[in-house]
């Protein structure tokens, strides 16, 4: 394994702790999916297609996703506020190499948050008989691709803006992807005007295409498409915006 190998895989480490650590990112990546997908699975006040515990945890593996925005964002903003970023950019690890733990913690808490939700949606009904190879590989093509524009807008939004604006700006966003963004909820409720148009953002893309995978196994391609798209338009700005300090 290469020098840089190992400072990437080092900081990764140290990001992924971060996180665990502390109780309000915890909050926002583990609990509050954890609650919407009990809370989807086990009343009727939302219309979810069937099985509804399948449908249940397509929206809480995507809101999951969607919480990397909001904690990136405001992480990257106050470490640019304390000069954290600044310094790290200038070691050995230089700013590629944290921005690839940033992306590589990211993931790892995916992971954890993908067999914590498995497990609760077993418990409230979710049956995994039928996947197979072809379906998990798309769910985690679908996910993984969805990290990459939430972190992607992450670094945007909090490489270039000050840090209360980030923390109020991010939160709401958060608040809208999952009530009016088609995140957790289907977009067939809401107008078909409005549903077409979110179907080709982000949230709306994700939460459509992981529900439609868990209920009838089917991969959504276009929506994978608009995410990579979106992937390639977040990073571009974000390359070109990014400030490392304040």
């Known amino acids: 394994m290469s ?67 909001t904690s990136q964002a405001i992480a990257v903003a106050f470490d640019r506020r304390w000069g954290v970023l600044r310094m790290l950019a200038t070691t050995p690890l230089g700013p590629r190499g944290l921005l690839a733990g ?16 498995g497990a609760i949606g077993l418990a409230v009904g979710w049956q995994p008989e039928g996947l197979d190879v072809a379906q998990v590989a798309g769910a985690a093509a679908l996910m993984v691709v969805g990290t990459g524009v939430f972190v992607t807008f992450a670094l945007l939004v909090g490489g270039t803006l000050r840090p209360e604006a980030v923390l109020a700006i991010a939160n709401l966003l958060f608040v809208l992807m999952v009530v009016g963004g088609g995140l957790v909820l289907p977009l067939d409720i ?57």
């Open 3 to 69: 020098a840089t190998s190992r400072r990437v895989l080092a900081q990764t480490r140290f990001e992924t702790l971060a996180v665990l650590r502390n109780g309000e990112q915890l909050l926002l990546t583990l609990l509050l999916p954890a609650i919407a997908l009990v809370a989807l699975a086990s009343t009727d006040l939302v219309p979810l297609p069937g099985p509804r515990a399948h449908a249940a945890l397509g929206s809480a593996l995507a809101m999951a996703v969607a919480s990397s925005f």
């Open 102 to 117: 940033k992306l590589g913690a990211v993931l790892v808490v995916l992971v954890v948050q993908t067999v914590l939700l």
């Open 190 to 246: 809401l107008p078909d005007a409005v549903a077409t148009v979110l179907a080709f953002l982000p949230p709306g893309a994700l939460g459509e295409a992981l529900r439609t995978l868990l209920t009838d196994g089917t991969v959504n391609l276009v929506a994978l498409a608009v995410l990579a798209a979106w992937a390639v338009l977040g990073g571009v700005l974000a390359t070109r915006a990014f400030r490392w300090d304040a």
